[in-house]
């Protein structure tokens, strides 16, 4: 749970379930001694330890932080004294100058962003969360907390001032991502149960609004008044299926307030998006139906279609400029067309292929041919968005990698050609990489039947030149929101130059406030400050 270094002794201190072990190093190896607990102090889980400086011998006390909020006082692998401090875990301690421990509270507020105009703000209550890290600045005049919701904020000593340095989502995986069609604005859903709307302009979270259920789907609608669709449900684990899975909740994009809520399905919702023209809703779910909602008038009825043709979960689906057809991708890995108001199948890829897509989000599909790499199964790549201009695509793939194409990819394995890459790629995460957004074909087998959508490819009858170029564009890590609590404690600190130091996925980040400027780190380089 928890390694730390006892300068007292010069030994190693490793915190676990029941067990606090001084290690001292014996050439190149470690002899342990478990600390003494005693007969009447509990043991639990340790997560945390610290030395307080004394006056006498050793030159310091051991301070460990338990599972039941208590404080045990080591003195020389003695349990000395128990102080009950908490009435939740003791995740965090640290020293102050003078030796009086900085323990955070086991709850803390929600805090709400700053005005977009403003570098900071006033932090207040919503509701609460757990805090995970806990230090002082080198002048000992302002305290850095980081808690379970993926927030840190920074306080003077006295408490009376709160500012928030990020926040971000906080549980397990985050799937769905929509740009704003109008405003430098975009939103996400989780499993954290939140929706979230953020500036890129100003960097910061602008609204914040808890769901009922996991999310893994949202968009925006296309005109004014804007709304956002969020599909609920996603498996995590052998949790049980919520009561609300399945379900689709309209919000209005201003004020986050509900304006529509429906049930079209016992599965949970994987895909969402609106019609170009703002008439029809297409919902995605994992009981491969696509469900479509009319829109009058800014009004949602009830489900008017259902388009039943695919033989596994939604994945992926794009409305035709006019808003008349879909194309659709599904973990069968076919892509099949339909009449978006009739819900029928279009059978004939032929007859659809002058079609102009008002979006390109599929996997699979005619212009996107050449994003597979050699020896790819299907499902390496989760995420596909083409750019507004229709010149660029970018995926998101398992390795945790978002590249850069030219559009349309048509060449196979456009990304290997000769060995050199034909297109930027830039990795930062390290997991998959499940959604993005901007402002295929393996080595082996190629039948039908291996790969259904093969033959559902037709080609444009006038089909534009493919340029084998790579992308004059390249891409750059510009921000990182929220910092990595969920999986790790203690990982936030100040610098001697009193910047913030923390991590996310797989970049290190140093944040100035007094610029609002992020140096991100990655793979022992720094890759840029913004």
Not at 331 to 352: H, I, M, P, W
Request: one cysteine or more; glycine letters at 8%.
């Amino acid at each position: 749970m928890h390694l730390t270094h006892y300068a007292a002794t010069n030994e190693w201190i490793s915190l676990g379930d029941k067990t606090i072990t001084f290690w001292a190093e014996q050439g190149r190896n470690l002899n342990g001694k478990k600390a003494i607990l005693g007969k009447n102090t509990p043991t639990q889980v340790f997560y945390c330890a610290i030395a307080v400086p004394t006056t006498g011998k050793p030159s310091s006390k051991l301070i460990v932080g338990a599972h039941d909020g208590s404080l045990y006082v080591l003195d020389d692998k003695h349990v000395s004294r128990v102080l009950k401090a908490h009435t939740g875990p003791a995740y965090a301690l640290f020293a102050s100058r003078n030796f009086d421990i900085a323990i955070p509270l086991t709850k803390l507020f929600n805090l709400l962003p700053p005005d977009a105009s403003k570098k900071g703000g006033a932090a207040t209550s919503s509701s609460l969360f757990g805090v995970r890290s806990v230090c002082f600045n080198s002048e000992h005049t302002r305290i850095l907390l980081g808690t379970s919701g993926s927030d840190v904020v920074q306080f003077d000593r006295m408490g009376t001032k709160a500012t928030v340095v990020t926040q971000g989502h906080c549980q397990d995986e985050l799937w769905g991502l929509a740009v704003h069609p109008a405003k430098p604005e975009y939103c996400t859903v989780g499993d954290d149960k939140t929706l979230r709307v953020w500036s890129t302009e100003h960097r910061l979270q602008l609204r914040v609004k808890s769901l009922e259920c996991v999310a893994r789907a949202c968009a925006y609608s296309n005109a004014a008044p804007f709304c956002i669709a969020v599909g609920f449900g996603g498996r995590i684990g052998k949790r049980k299926k919520h009561v609300k899975e399945g379900g689709v909740v309209v919000f209005s994009a201003d004020s986050l307030e509900i304006v529509f809520e429906d049930k079209p399905s016992k599965e949970w919702i994987s895909e969402i998006k609106f019609s170009p023209n703002n008439a029809t809703l297409a919902v995605g779910s994992h009981d491969n139906a696509i469900y479509l909602y009319a829109i009058r008038d800014n009004r949602f009825t009830k489900v008017t279609k259902v388009f039943r043709g695919h033989n596994s979960y939604i994945t992926h689906l794009d409305f035709s400029t006019d808003g008349k057809y879909l194309q659709s991708n599904c973990g069968a890995y076919e892509l099949l067309f339909s009449d978006a108001n009739t819900g029928k199948q279009v059978t004939s890829a032929r007859s659809l292929r002058d079609v102009q897509w008002h979006t390109w989000t599929c996997a699979l599909g005619w212009p996107v041919q050449g994003i597979w790499p050699a020896c790819a199964d299907g499902t390496d790549i989760n995420a596909v968005h083409r750019c507004h201009s229709g010149e660029l695509v970018a995926t998101g793939d398992d390795f945790g990698q978002v590249k850069l194409f030219r559009y349309p990819a048509v060449a196979k394995h456009s990304n290997d050609d000769d060995g050199k890459p034909s297109t930027h790629h830039h990795a930062g995460t390290k997991n998959h990489t499940l959604e993005t957004a901007m402002f295929g074909a393996d080595a082996g087998d190629e039948f039908m039947a291996v790969k259904p959508w093969i033959g559902a490819i037709a080609a444009p009858s006038n089909p534009p030149k493919e340029n084998p170029r790579e992308p004059e564009l390249t891409m750059r890590l510009e921000w990182v929101f929220g910092y990595q609590t969920e999986l790790s404690r203690n990982n936030l600190r100040y610098n001697a130059d009193g910047q913030i130091v923390y991590h996310a996925a797989a970049v290190g980040i140093v944040y100035d406030r007094d610029t609002n400027t992020q140096k991100v780190r990655r793979g022992g380089a720094y890759i840029g400050v913004y």
